[in-house]
Every structure is written in structure tokens, then in C-alpha cells.
């Protein structure tokens, strides 16, 4: 039977995190075919918001969680960098289930996760740091720990304009995706290869017939 309702795209005010009142474009919506009536995840609204901030900084959506964890402060460590690519590659996947567990992992636009021989990674992560090189919102820099081509391991750090972006989204995103941010990094930024594999094995076992290779990036 043919569906009544079709995708459609429509323009919605309403009030952000802080009460204040936006005017949201394009916001995915389905239509009612015979009634014209409109109807609006709240889901998308929430990634509408998004991509409004983020067009106003030249950015992708999904460099808001990216830039708000590297930006996060992980306890008594300094905020604005993160010394191994390894850890971001988790960080970035545990951030978005721990907002899943709240039931809020689509309200906000993230990369995609591959299972890889090295565990969860984000798809398009490195592309996405090249760019905001290019951009000159990081810098990233590699640390020799061995004599081989590939035992380096790739840190990232936020330039000061980097800094300013990302201060300035962090103002402006929904708290629990702040919350998040922070607690995970909190957790993942002083821990080895080996001790995030066997976390990530005990507390997501789905991953351990593909999670085989430590991941030293």
C-alpha cells in the first residue's frame, strides 16, 4: 500500500538549549499527501540547529563533537588537544553511545563507525582532520615511540582560532552532549591500546571477532 506521507523539507521557529528563539531552514520533515499536515522529528530539529551553527562557521556538522572533544578538558590534564589518534577513534565512538544510552544519539550529527581490525573507527575522521588543517583549526604533529614507518602515533591540538570555534560551539550546543564529551574523554584520555581494546571487548563483545589489532595511531 502506498505510503500517504512524503519527505519534504520545511522552514520552523523555535527556542534552542537556553530559551532563546531561532528560525530553523530546511528541516527535514514528512508531508501528508492529502491534508498537506507536516510533521517534524524533534531529531531533526535538533540537527537543524546544528547545521545552522555550523554554516555559520564554514563547518560540517559532524566536526561539532569532533572539535567539542578535542577541546574537552580530561581532568587534571590541559583541554585543546588529543596526544593519540587511537584514543579520539574511541573517544568520538563512546561519545555517541553514551549519548545513545540517554536515547539522544540521533540528535546530533556524527561520523559513521566502521569495525575495523582496530576497533571502532570513524569513517571519514582522517579526511575530516586534513580539511580542518587546511582550515587552520588544528595542527597535528606525529610522535616516533619506534624505529618502524608506522609506530608513531598522530597528536591533534586546536590553534587558537581552533580554540575560539570550538569555546564557541561548546556555548551553544545542548548540555548532555557537553556532559558527554567531557566524562568520556575523562575516562579514555590516560589509558594504553591494550586497555581500551579489552574495555571496548567487555562492554561492546560484538566487536571482538573484528576488534583483533591494537590501534596505535
Not at 560540517?60 to 578538558?73: G, H, T, Y
Not at 563512546?94 to 582496530?118: C, N, P, S, V
Not at 586534513?130 to 591533534?156: A, C, D, F, Q
Request: hydrophobic share 35%; net charge positive; glycine share 6%.
Amino acid at each position: 500500500m502506498e505510503s500517504i506521507w512524503e519527505k519534504t523539507k520545511t522552514d520552523i521557529k523555535t527556542v534552542d538549549w537556553k530559551g532563546n528563539t531561532i528560525h530553523l531552514k530546511n528541516v527535514s520533515a514528512i508531508k501528508n499527501k492529502k491534508t498537506g499536515r507536516i510533521c517534524v522529528y524533534p531529531s531533526e530539529v535538533a540537527k537543524a540547529e546544528i547545521r545552522m551553527l555550523t554554516d555559520q562557521c564554514g563547518l560540517e556538522p559532524r566536526d561539532v563533537p569532533l572539535l567539542l572533544m578535542i577541546l574537552a578538558k580530561p581532568g587534571p590534564f590541559p583541554k585543546g588537544q588529543v596526544h593519540c589518534k587511537y584514543h579520539l577513534n574511541k573517544m568520538l565512538f563512546y561519545q555517541w553511545k553514551e549519548m545513545q544510552k540517554q536515547r539522544l544519539g540521533e540528535t546530533f550529527i556524527h561520523d559513521e563507525f566502521e569495525a575495523a581490525l582496530r576497533g571502532p573507527v570513524p569513517k571519514n575522521l582522517g579526511d575530516d582532520l586534513k580539511r580542518l588543517k587546511k582550515k587552520g583549526i588544528v595542527s597535528l604533529s606525529y610522535k616516533k615511540w619506534g624505529k618502524g614507518p608506522k609506530e608513531s602515533s598522530l597528536t591533534i591540538t586546536l590553534t587558537s582560532s581552533g580554540a575560539e570555534i570550538a569555546a564557541k560551539l561548546a556555548g551553544q550546543v545542548p548540555e548532555p552532549l557537553k556532559e558527554v564529551t567531557v566524562e568520556v574523554k575523562k575516562q579514555l584520555f590516560p589509558l594504553d591500546p591494550l586497555t581500551i581494546r579489552e574495555k571496548v571487548h567487555k562492554e561492546y563483545p560484538g566487536y571482538k571477532k573484528t576488534y583483533v589489532e591494537l590501534d596505535r595511531d
